[in-house]
């Protein structure tokens, strides 16, 4: 059974969620043992920022590509979905 666009969507920010999950746990064990690194902090503050922003996406946009429901368009939504998946 093959998923729509908008299931999709909703698995890759799943996926996301996951890598943010491990992230946090990574950083939080650091602190645990002393280690403070705040460019890790800054990194996982401007995931969750981003990540936000692909949750609150209103997926009837997608097969429109227009901007009914939500001030940013899709292309904007898909290029900050690749950037975190590549970067992290």
């Known amino acids: 059974m093959a998923l729509s666009v908008e299931q999709c969507y909703r698995v890759k ?16 064990n650091n602190i645990l043992l002393g ?3 705040e460019e890790q902090l800054a990194h996982l503050k401007l995931f969750r920022r981003v990540l936000r922003l ?3 996406y209103d ?8 901007t ?21």
């Open 35 to 37: 280690v403070v690194c």
């Open 59 to 66: 997926t009837r946009d997608i097969l429109a590509e227009g």
């Open 13 to 28: 920010v799943w996926n996301l969620q996951c890598k943010y999950s491990n992230l946090s746990e990574k950083y939080l």
């Open 54 to 56: 692909l949750n609150r």
């Open 68 to 88: 009914d429901y939500n001030v940013m368009t899709y292309a904007t939504i898909i290029s900050l979905l690749e950037t975190l998946t590549k970067k992290y």
